[in-house]
């Protein structure tokens, strides 16, 4: 859109000059052209209007009498051309009677002048009627622009004059407002909904009566039903004498505004995946709960609420699966939540449940109106359950459990941020049970938090001051009795406690992410202690065996790992065995296939640890590429126990074999479990009963003296004698 402001030079623009006479043109072009203007000429009426539209001239003089067609009907046939409705039209009379001066106007005129002409003083008159067309069309322009923004912005103004009582409203007031009376002020506010009638009358009785400005915001019922949200504002004027008071006001549709900040407000408040409220919503809820409680003088329970290995769903299904996951999640809470009889069995009168999605699989709901202990356990039972229910997503059947903790207004804090840490400890302390559960806070567990953090700075130091050591437990040939090889596990050397086993601090370094550093640390250690044996000549045909375990192990990270080592140390891969166990491997299917075919190219051993316990799947065997089969010792301990578990071993022993794996067993105690392994036909065995996991002097010592290749002698298996006795 280019500004109309042409206002200063009219110079050249070009006028049309129409007269019968030729003498007269000759005389007006003569005076124009003076002036600087451009002139073209008409004979006619018909010629006129030909020539303004061949040549559109910015005005025209145009002569009254003419033969044919006379100057009042040429210019009311030009008002009706494209471009002709506004263009100046002067009329040239000789006749000075008032009747033709109205019919010059009648049929559209700008103004007229009279012969004879005052020569001198034309060019000005014509500049002047240039100027005031040009103003008249940027004003015009401007009201457009004005009223088309009005329209825009759904906005339309009104006028009241307050010492005459007179009123006028802009044309798009009606519409706004769906209004037809156009003269009273109070029509304004006619189609108010009832529930605003009151408020807004009271505003603007007051305001007109102290002439004071105001502004408000109400609801208009329209002709269709449907309502729309007006905002009114005013501004009152007077003239410098206070004679006239204007009250001046806007009306405006903010329909869609409101709309917008309810969407915005839905942005703010709600998580946009599964549609439940999110963390600032949960508070502003947790201020209007805690009043009505400690008016009512009722419990508040606070449930943290974080879905069990949900990361491993992400990783493996992808995360729209993922997502499916989440919003299944959140629509069995709130049908949980909903069903009434956990109402009325959890004895809560008048519920009041918010769920809220606090960030990625975390959970928690404000459960306020409890009178008892008892009802929250009731109402986390059913929750646990309801999300255990087996999960159809992508075909898929999924089994989701959920760690809850809980704390409890007034008992565990006053306060939501005290109560929300609580809760989360107290989930701390589910996962710890196991996972699956739920449980209450209790003041002892912060002691266990404060524990935790002291044990991850401990053990962290523990790393970095090399106070880990390596013990090595040796394992042998069921039919030769020759040694295989070592398993290497880590011992905590701590400078107080002495040494720790690693069922102490393990499990806290997989909770806590520590274990990834202690796996490569071990994997290091194990491999320069196993090329330093190889070097002395002690370690032929000998694996060394590193267990590698946590959540999340990247296998394909461990795979760059063990290159590395395998580079510095120098270590040959037939070496080295990694022990997996059938976790580590599943967290991340695809990719641990890559890297455990890559590991297993280059020559190392991949044993699958504690087979028997947990995920035990025999599909699992088929899918990863491995070489060895480790029996868990749970199930070597329990050979004797039952005819079943006998059986149950040999089948797992046939079906290791079937698929080319060797067996080793480990955690064997007795000679019965020896010799059972024996004629189960296992290839290697652990344990106690020869040895064992010893430090790297002991294990150095032996394995110079060659003692280690005795302990099983041939044929032992018909001597019943204690073999295991002097380890
Ligand atoms: P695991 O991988 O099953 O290791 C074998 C465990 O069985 C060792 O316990 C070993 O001392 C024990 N054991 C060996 N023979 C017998 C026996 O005859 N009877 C009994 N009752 N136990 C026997 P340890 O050293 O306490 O290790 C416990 C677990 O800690 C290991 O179980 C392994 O899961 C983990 N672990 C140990 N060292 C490491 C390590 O360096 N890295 C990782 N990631 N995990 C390790
Ligand atoms: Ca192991
Ligand atoms: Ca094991």
Redesign the pocket.
């Known amino acids: 859109m280019h500004m109309v402001n042409n206002i200063h030079n009219f110079q050249k623009s070009l006028v049309l000059v129409v007269d019968d006479d030729f003498a007269a043109r000759l005389q007006v072009r003569a005076a124009l052209e003076k002036y600087g203007f451009n002139v073209c000429e008409a004979g006619n009426g018909r010629d006129a209007l030909e020539s303004f539209q061949n040549q559109p001239p910015a005005m025209v003089l145009l002569d009254v009498v003419m033969p044919e067609m006379d100057g009042f009907e040429t210019c009311s046939q030009l008002r009706r051309l494209p471009g002709g409705e506004h263009v100046p039209v002067v009329m040239v009379t000789g006749l000075e009677d008032i009747e033709s001066i109205d019919r010059a106007f009648e049929v559209g005129a700008t103004d007229f002048i009279t012969k004879p002409i005052n020569w001198a003083i034309l060019g000005y008159r014509v500049r002047y009627w240039l100027r005031s067309a040009s103003i008249l069309n940027d004003l015009k322009i401007s009201q457009q622009r004005l009223s088309m923004a009005q329209h825009v912005a759904r906005l339309g103004h009104w006028e009241l004059n307050l010492s005459s009582g007179e009123f006028h409203f802009s044309s798009k007031v009606p519409h706004l407002l769906g209004i037809t009376d156009t003269h009273r002020f109070d029509a304004l506010f006619e189609h108010i909904v009832a529930a605003d009638k009151g408020r807004v009358t009271e505003v603007i009785t007051n305001a007109c009566k102290n002439e004071q400005p105001f502004s408000v915001n109400y609801e208009i019922r329209q002709k269709n039903g449907e309502t729309c949200s007006i905002f009114n504002q005013t501004e009152i004027i007077h003239d410098e004498a206070y004679n006239t008071r204007l009250m001046i006001g806007t009306i405006q549709d903010i329909t869609e505004l409101k709309k917008a900040e309810e969407q915005i407000r839905y942005l703010a408040f709600y998580d946009n995946l599964t549609g439940l409220a999110n963390r600032a919503l949960f508070r502003e809820h947790w201020t209007k709960v805690l009043a009505h409680s400690q008016r009512k003088k009722t419990k508040i329970a606070v449930m943290f609420i974080d879905l069990d290995h949900f990361k491993r769903i992400n990783d493996s299904m992808g995360h729209v699966a993922g997502d499916k996951v989440l919003k299944a999640i959140a629509d069995r809470l709130k049908n949980t939540l909903r069903q009434s009889d956990i109402v009325a069995r959890s004895g809560i009168e008048s519920p009041s449940f918010m769920i809220s999605r606090v960030g990625g699989d975390k959970f928690t709901i404000l459960a306020a109106d409890i009178t008892s202990t008892n009802h929250i356990s009731t109402l986390a039972e059913r929750v646990i359950q309801a999300l255990f229910e087996p999960m159809d997503i992508d075909g898929q059947q999924l089994f989701i459990t959920a760690s809850i903790g809980i704390s409890v207004f007034p008992e565990d804090g006053g306060d939501i941020d005290i109560l929300l840490k609580n809760a989360d400890t107290a989930m701390y302390e589910a996962k710890e049970k196991g996972r699956n559960n739920f449980q209450f806070f209790q003041a002892e567990m912060n002691e266990s938090a404060r524990i935790r953090f002291q044990m991850w700075n401990e053990l962290t130091q523990a790393i970095e001051k090399d106070e880990l050591t390596l013990?090595f437990?040796p394992q042998f040939n069921n039919r030769t009795g020759k040694l295989t090889g070592t398993?290497?596990?880590?011992r905590w050397n701590h400078p107080q406690k002495g040494l720790v086993?690693?069922?102490q601090f393990?499990p806290f370094a997989e909770e806590s992410g520590l274990?990834h550093q202690?796996?490569e640390w071990?994997l290091w250690k194990a491999c320069r202690q196993a090329q330093q044996w190889v070097e002395a000549g002690l370690f032929e045909n000998c694996r060394m065996g590193?267990?590698?375990?946590?959540h999340n192990v990247n296998l394909r990270l461990i795979e760059t790992h063990i290159r590395n080592i395998m580079e510095k140390t120098g270590l040959k891969p037939q070496h080295l065995e990694i022990?997996l166990t059938e976790r580590v491997m599943m967290e991340n299917t695809d990719e641990a296939v890559v890297a455990l075919e890559n590991l297993q190219k280059m020559g190392l051993t991949i044993a699958i640890?504690?087979f028997g316990t947990g995920y035990s799947a025999l599909s699992h065997l088929q899918i990863f590429p491995l070489n060895v089969l480790k029996i868990?010792?749970s199930f070597v301990q329990n050979i004797m126990a039952a005819k079943k578990n006998l059986s149950l071993l040999q089948s797992i022993i046939g079906i290791a074999k079937s698929f080319d794996l060797k067996v080793i067993a480990?955690?064997?105690?007795t000679i019965e479990q020896l010799r059972t392994l024996y004629h189960l036909d296992c290839d290697d065995v652990?344990?106690?009963?020869i040895s064992?996991?010893l430090p790297i002097e002991e294990v150095e010592h032996k394995l110079r003296a060659g003692s280690f290749n005795d302990s099983l002698e041939p044929g032992w298996q018909t001597l019943p004698e204690n073999l295991g006795e002097d380890n």
């Open positions: 013990y437990q398993e290497a596990l880590v086993p690693p069922d393990l274990i202690i796996n071990v590193v267990n590698i375990s946590g022990e640890d504690d868990d010792k480990e955690g064997v105690e652990q344990g106690f009963l064992r996991p």
